[in-house]
């Protein structure tokens, strides 16, 4: 196609998604100067603000400075990465850790690495972009089953035989779980690895934040640094097997700069602060408790056990009319649309940080303009 006949039909792409009302646009991050209340981080625990945190980074850019300067396999992982992956490993209870950039490359270089043509792999429906559109690009064939049913999921196991099945712990878009234990068995039985991307649940599932590894020990597990830890990043806990293979094949990870050792230092003070500081889930379960009694009832809120508030309201119009009401009051909350979920919704996610008095006049401005 030559290069105007491609530009006219981007544009028209571009045109289409405007008038459905599905147009994204980048949003510049001023709350702090605009007292608007942010309600669409997932900063969970808060820690991206902890002192422990911040400080560990400092200490990491004067001890290491600013970046890491190679790939992990060249010269760019360092006594900082070492001690991360240890403590992942204690924390998460698997032998072996390899360390990302990000979660979202974190899940290409898996599936790309460990799928070949002859294998299948089973996807909850749901899951992250990441994970379903590296399993449509792998080799492999791909086939989902529906969220969380469990019952679909074991006459997939039969009928496909997958090598790999993957769910997230708690969805990022509904904030439900995973009925985990059950499905390690089904996936055990059927002799299909199961993994568990525990991007929205580490650090806030848990005694110690330790997440789906409360209730199960996947084969395999993504962690993500930059959500309940509040920094940046993201591990695949695996056993010997997969963490040599993927050393040893996953390009994601031989071909990228490795994340900056100060990171890693913020990062394993976060890891610190959410084994330690169990007030911080304390204050997200009572933030959740409030939220639930100050929302009208008939406000279609499905009720959710992690830090995750999906309020539905499938006319995407409405939805947009509704998040921008509710910034006009001082309080920022995402409208999510499709494609990116099948229903729209607000997605509401408390975090540490906020006060009972925020939540519960986020909850009364929802209830003037819902109810
Ligand atoms: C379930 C899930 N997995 C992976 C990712 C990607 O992680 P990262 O933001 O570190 O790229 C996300 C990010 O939103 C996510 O929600």
Redesign the pocket.
């Known amino acids: 196609m030559s290069r105007h006949t491609r530009e006219l039909a981007w544009r028209a792409e571009l045109d289409a998604r405007t008038a459905q009302g599905l147009r994204r646009r980048q949003q510049e991050n001023r709350f702090a100067s605009q007292q608007v209340i942010n309600f669409s981080s997932n900063d969970y625990l808060g820690l991206s603000q902890a002192d422990a945190v911040k400080n560990a980074f400092q200490e990491g850019v004067n001890q290491y400075g600013a970046g890491s300067g190679a790939s992990p396999l060249v010269t760019g992982f360092y006594p900082a990465h070492q001690k991360l992956v240890s403590q992942l490993c204690d924390w998460l209870n698997k032998p072996c850790a390899l360390l990302f950039s990000?979660?979202?490359s974190a899940?290409q270089a898996l599936l790309f690495t460990l799928l070949q043509r002859e294998d299948v792999v089973l996807q909850d429906k749901l899951n992250?972009a990441?994970l379903l559109e590296a399993g449509q690009l792998s080799p492999a064939t791909q086939w989902r089953f529906r969220h969380n049913d469990m019952r679909d999921l074991e006459k997939r196991l039969q009928r496909h035989m997958p090598l790999l099945t993957i769910t997230?712990g708690v969805f990022?878009m509904d904030g439900d779980k995973a009925p985990l234990t059950e499905m390690a068995q089904l996936c055990a039985d059927a002799d299909s690895m199961l993994m568990v991307?525990d991007?929205?649940a580490i650090g806030v599932l848990g005694e110690q934040g330790e997440g789906s590894a409360a209730e199960i020990t996947p084969d395999i597990t993504?962690v993500?640094f930059?959500k309940a830890l509040g920094v940046h990043?993201?591990a695949i806990l695996c056993d010997e097997l997969v963490y040599d293979y993927l050393l040893q094949y996953a390009r994601h990870y031989t071909y990228s700069t490795a994340m900056p050792p100060a990171q890693a230092m913020a990062v394993s003070a976060a890891i610190e602060c959410a084994q330690t500081e169990h007030w911080r889930r304390e204050k997200l379960q009572a933030l959740s408790a409030c939220f639930y009694e100050t929302l009208d009832s008939t406000i279609h809120a499905p009720i959710t056990e992690t830090a995750i508030k999906p309020v539905i309201i499938a006319d995407t119009v409405q939805c947009l009319a509704v998040s921008e009401q509710l910034k006009g009051l001082g309080f920022h909350v995402s409208a999510i649309r499709p494609p990116t979920v099948p229903t729209s919704r607000l997605r509401i996610t408390l975090t540490a940080s906020h006060t009972a008095q925020q939540v519960i006049a986020l909850c009364q401005a929802l209830n003037r303009i819902l109810s």
Do not use: K, R
Request: proline content about 0%; charged content about 10%.
């Open positions: 990000s979660g979202f899940n992250h990441s997230e990022s991307d991007a929205h993504l993500t930059g990043g993201a």
